[in-house]
């Protein structure tokens, strides 16, 4: 069973592993409460899995050790996993789905492990690894269902609570639920009037939906960019401590994590995947309710692929307002483009791109379209934009 005595020696052991990671006070992210960041991002291999993966790995016995560990994983729980067994000098097997970052695969390889690709998401790998071991002995590894793995994941709520004892509230990525078990299992226990709030995706809320329906809920399908967190079913442990220790769970969406990942990025200088981004993204669109609190959130991984990082900033800068596409009508005469040209920077916005179209099936003979990408400040400059090509006599066709 999970007690503090527990998670404690789970500390013990990952003292000489792990690093206590920094709290970040995290003023530009908030008016309303003192917002902290818990930056496991900056852990080993670039997220907290580490802590549960080493371990329940490091209590094997010498047999279990001779025949090898398999796990399954998105991409950070493989990187843990490997790493601890490389620590232990033993075999590892990890199946990932192919939707995993080639920068965490490769991440992976490097620690030693054996590599199989699973068509799917977590859940495939999942099924294909108890295949595995199954046929190997190999002792499975389970990202978040295993009390050890949450006793180790835990030990992220004993520092939490050493770096600021009057916390009030933590918020919590969540997709299995192996992190948020141990935090809110550890701070509820050492401080039982700490709020804990998990944070979900909204192409993958399967806690949420188990919660809201007082039952196990399993997804048909997930989709979203917090590969992390995108698991269809909770764990039979997580599932249970989480009912009885969290306070509620919210859900954001992709176009919030980037915002959230481009947030952190700019006012505070640290990069995060999605997974890790989406506590910041709860406290951003206001879903938390709390006001003048002291507030820890877990940036619970950093281990996010370059390209899918430049997609996810242009969908952040979108979404916050910090571009724009325009497209203007225009009647083909000379200066045209001048006139448009002039308003954009009378206005102080920038011109990203700029694409001239004279031969629009859907348009008259002697017109044209403006196809704009342009640099703003936010939603708003964007409308004064608009409103005054408008009142120069440009038709805007779409935004």
Known sequence: MLSLDKIKDCANILKDITRATDMIEAPALSSK??????????????????????????????????????????????QGVALAAEHEGISSIICLPDIAPISKIEATKKYGANIVRVNGVYDDAYNRALEIQQQTGRTFIHPFDDIEIIAGQGTVGLEIFEQLPEIDAVVVPIGGGGLISGIAYTLKNLKPGIKVYGVQASGAPSMYNSIKNKEISELSSVSTIADGIAV????????????????????????????????????????????????????????IPLKNKNVV?????????????????????????????LKIALTDRPGQLR?????????????????????????????????????????????????????????????
């Open 339 to 399: 006139d448009v040209s002039r308003i954009i920077a009378n206005l102080n916005a920038n011109v990203i791109s700029i694409y001239h179209n004279r031969a629009d099936e859907n348009m008259p003979i002697d017109d044209c379209f403006l196809d704009l990408v342009l640099e703003t400040r936010d939603h708003k400059h964007i409308e004064i934009i608009k409103k005054e090509l408008i009142l120069e006599g440009f038709e805007i066709v779409n935004s």
């Open 232 to 287: 269809k079913k909770p764990g039979i442990f997580t599932y249970d401590i989480c009912t009885k220790y969290v306070d509620d769970i919210f859900i954001v969406s992709d176009d919030e994590i980037s915002t959230a990942i481009l947030t952190l990025i700019e006012k505070q200088k640290i990069i995060s995947e999605g997974a890790g981004a989406v506590a910041i993204a709860a406290v951003l669109f206001d879903k």
């Open 297 to 325: 959130c877990l940036v619970s991984g950093g281990n996010i692929d370059v390209t899918i990082l430049s997609r996810v900033i242009n969908r952040g800068l979108l979404k916050a307002g910090r571009t724009a596409n």
């Open 33 to 78: 409460n003192k917002i902290y960041l818990k930056t496991e991002n900056l852990q080993r291999t670039g997220s907290f899995k580490i802590r549960g993966a080493y371990c329940k790995i490091s209590k094997l016995t010498d047999e279990e050790k001779s025949k090898g560990v398999i796990a399954c994983s998105a991409g950070n729980h493989a």
